[in-house]
């Protein structure tokens, strides 16, 4: 047999022996974590385990192609290739399974994501970027099938920009485009419309990019056959291979136990996707799963007995071990005698684990234990008290949910004493919940001086006789500037290039700045906000386009799962400074003319939603998000490309302030807040108002996350007592939680002397034509009634009933 490693480098058999077997020591220590931490979820504690056994050659092969710069968007497979990269250790791995809220101890998330998510440091402590050049790079991980692919193609895709821009410090980022995006996915998961669209856009862009299928025949249950057309999914994927005459992807096919073809085929790939740029797919097959899919069941249920066999005889971690012992690297004694000192290994870094991860619980039970007591011996209610204290006595390692449950609960028992021991007890409550609930809700937006929110307002300046242009050549020429001003920034979207997006906000901008800056894309919106998410983690300041706001819905999961939550879920490791562009409101038809505000506030917290009336508003808008590092969405008004504004002297520099409101119309009798294009009605409604002596006060919301960060509604409503919220968005929707930001957050309810209310679309989808949108949405006489039905019953003798 040829026992070659089959790579570039020629070695001694001595060198070539300790390789191997370095090697078969990382797949045993991995394989062992896999067991014990199983047996760890089956033991109570911990919740839920999930891991990668069964893939631990290929991964072996995939880490010694790895080079610094590269990045990983993986699943929740691969810790054998962490654990070969020095990244993850068996402790590591612990801590994650007990979800450690530590980050020293817990690197990967301090117990935000389960077991098997992996990611490293992107920022310094103070936020700047590290040199992303000299390590080794994983995004954080998703568990949400395919969830990982389109974030890879702009992973990718940054090196193939860094290569090509001009003027841009890529040091901290690229060494001229020579890096490789490396994703890995399961066989099953290939069946995803995020898998598919992914492979045909890099195809497309031709970016470099390696993708390992690992395939072990199934999908939870679910054998290959309704998985992949063929059963075989590097078959069905046929069609992408490049030839002589067309580009496309490179095909590899490689069994995931053979050592050496593994070693090869990875090597090949990372060289061709590393100097040519062309994306490659390798598909590893004959892979096994010994623990099947995860700790919440058994394989055993759903594999033949045949099958079961046959997985325990071609287990890659066998079979190399068979092939280390023919080829006579070593003695069945060596590998035995290594197999046990691992095993110690981990046993001892799980218990090291456990023990850390209740070295806080300890000192916090003796405490409330001796609280408890305490406030037992001055309570009428000892019994109660006491018994909540000896539970806790009982429970040796509380969970801290356990921990403020008793706490709490003793508390109510207290209900009306007064007496030191209570108040201890309390002072304790209190803090503790103060101290532990950031552990868990922190950092879901940049917490620094940074933030976006602490950009200062700018104002457009105008001279005297300023003209007036339609609202998109204000947005145009600030996109110049700030394309003139940021070498790293970009914008991608359909139709968004050669003509300029289909308002022409972007009109010419590619004639200037190229065709890689100002891009047109393949209508995919997956892959749209997958590239600029891939980009931003890169150091790019990307613009990804959707062309229309009810196509967001199309890239939701990305936007969701990923983009909005990548802070949070990184514990601040990592940031993702994308800007998604898209228009919408008050179009004509069912498909262009959908408000879903309500849907995208409540998926996208850690976004911010900026949903400006004109576009100064929206430019200014842009201006301050090129300051921060946060994403947001901006929702450009439809119908205001060719509405009339004027035009600032100060393109470019000008900022929208995100969180404030603004007050577009001083009144004294009720407060109307809107947004967006619905704004305008509201405007027109306040006007006719006036007429019949109503005086209302009209607030534009601007942003809609955050919303009125410095409580200027309620200041409002302090003043007419009286709030009307009016919306193009479906009952319940976005009114609603701006009504409740007012009433509940900023306490605006106490100085109301009338019911608030809210005016927004029909429940269904806007009908076709200007009459449909007159009678799916709100018009001016909407508002103008609603308000006057509003003063009618406050007072009416000066406001007889109107219909």
Request: hydrophobic fraction near 35%; glycine fraction near 8%; include cysteine.
């Amino acid at each position: 047999m040829d026992i070659s490693p089959k790579t570039s480098n020629d070695i001694s058999f001595d060198d070539f022996k300790t390789q191997i077997l370095s090697d078969y020591k990382i797949a045993v220590l991995s394989r062992t974590c896999s067991l014990l931490g199983r047996k760890e979820v089956l033991t109570g504690k911990a919740k839920f385990g999930i891991f990668g056994d069964g893939k631990e050659l290929p991964q072996l092969a995939m880490a010694k192609a790895f080079k610094n710069g590269d990045w990983r968007s993986g699943y929740y497979r691969d810790q054998t290739f962490m654990m070969a990269l020095g990244l993850l250790t068996p402790k590591d791995l612990f801590h994650s399974l007990y979800a450690t809220t530590d980050i020293e101890m817990e690197p990967m998330s301090a117990g935000r994501q389960m077991g098997g998510h992996y990611v490293t440091y992107s920022l310094n402590e103070d936020g700047s970027w590290k040199n992303l050049t000299q390590q080794k790079n994983s995004s954080a991980d998703i568990s949400c099938t395919a969830g990982q692919m389109p974030r890879l193609l702009g992973l990718a895709q940054a090196s193939k920009m860094y290569r090509k821009l001009k003027n841009v410090d890529a040091s901290k980022f690229s060494d001229n485009g020579n890096e490789v995006a490396w994703g890995t996915i399961g066989n099953a998961s290939t069946s995803e419309g995020m898998f598919l669209e992914t492979i045909n856009a890099a195809g497309v862009l031709q970016v470099p990019m390696v993708i390992s299928i690992w395939d072990d025949d199934y999908g939870i249950s679910v054998p290959a056959e309704y998985h992949a057309t063929k059963e075989d999914i590097s078959e069905m994927l046929s069609g992408f291979e490049r030839t002589s005459e067309k580009p496309g992807f490179e095909m590899l096919k490689v069994k995931g136990w053979d050592y050496t073809a593994l070693m090869h085929a990875y090597e090949n790939a990372s060289d061709i996707a590393r100097e040519e740029h062309v994306p490659v797919v390798i598909h590893v097959t004959e892979l096994t799963q010994p623990q099947g899919h995860s700790s919440s069941g058994s394989h055993e249920r759903y594999k033949s007995k045949e099958r079961l066999n046959w997985e325990r005889e071609n287990d890659c971690n066998k079979r190399f071990r068979e092939w280390i012992l023919e080829t006579g690297i070593t003695s069945e004694e060596e590998l035995s005698a290594l197999e046990k000192n691992i095993t110690k290994q981990v046993r001892l870094a799980k218990k090291e684990a456990w023990a850390e991860y209740l070295s806080t619980h300890g000192p916090h039970r003796k405490k409330l234990i001796a609280l408890l007591e305490a406030a037992a011996h001055k309570s009428p209610n000892k019994n109660f008290i006491s018994k909540i204290k000896n539970d806790l006595i009982a429970n040796e390692e509380p969970l801290k949910k356990e921990m403020a449950q008793a706490a709490r609960r003793a508390i109510r028992y207290l209900i009306g004493e007064t007496h030191p021991q209570k108040e201890e007890l309390v002072n304790w409550t209190n803090n503790f919940l103060q101290d532990t609930q950031p552990k868990y809700s922190a950092d879901l937006y940049n917490e620094g001086p940074n933030r976006a929110t602490n950009i200062p307002e700018i104002k457009p300046i105008y001279e005297d006789g300023t003209e007036e242009v339609d609202g998109r050549i204000i947005l145009r020429d600030n996109f110049e500037k700030l394309f003139e001003n940021n070498p790293n920034a970009l914008v991608f979207g359909e139709d968004t290039g050669n003509i300029g997006d289909v308002n022409q906000g972007l009109e010419g901008l590619q004639n200037k700045f190229g065709k890689d800056r100002i891009a047109d894309t393949g209508i995919r919106e997956t892959t749209i906000i997958g590239q600029g998410t891939g980009m931003a983690l890169r150091g790019l300041r990307p613009i990804a386009e959707i062309q229309y706001l009810d196509y967001i819905f199309y890239a939701l999961a990305t936007l969701t799962d990923d983009v909005a939550c990548l802070r949070y879920r990184t514990f601040g490791k990592q940031k993702v400074p994308l800007i998604v562009r898209t228009r919408g409101h008050r179009l004509e038809g069912i498909w262009h003319s959908g408000s879903p505000m309500g849907a995208l506030i409540h998926s996208l917290r850690g976004m911010y939603i900026l949903s400006p009336r004109n576009m100064t508003q929206a430019a200014g808008f842009y201006n301050t998000l090129m300051k921060t590092d946060e994403p947001a969405l901006v929702i450009e008004s439809l119908n205001g490309y060719r509405l009339k504004e004027k035009k600032p002297q100060n393109l470019g520099d000008f900022c929208t302030p995100i969180g404030k409101v603004e007050t577009v119309k001083s009144g004294t009798d009720i407060t109307l807040v809107s947004y967006g294009s619905t704004l305008r009605i509201v405007e027109q409604a306040a006007k006719e108002l006036l007429e019949v002596g109503i005086d209302a006060e009209v607030i534009d919301a601007q942003t809609l996350l955050p919303f009125d960060i410095y409580h200027d509604t309620v200041k409002s409503v302090e003043k007419t007592s009286r709030l009307v919220v009016i919306d193009e968005d479906v009952p319940g929707g976005c009114s609603a939680y701006i009504l409740t930001e007012i009433l509940e957050k900023q306490g605006a309810y106490q100085f109301l002397d009338s019911a608030p209310h809210t005016i927004s679309a029909k429940a269904h989808r806007p009908a076709y034509g200007s009459d449909g949108d007159y009678f799916s949405k709100p018009n001016t006489e909407d508002v103008f009634e609603k308000v006057y039905a509003i003063m009618h019953e406050s007072d009416p003798d000066s406001f007889p009933k109107l219909r």
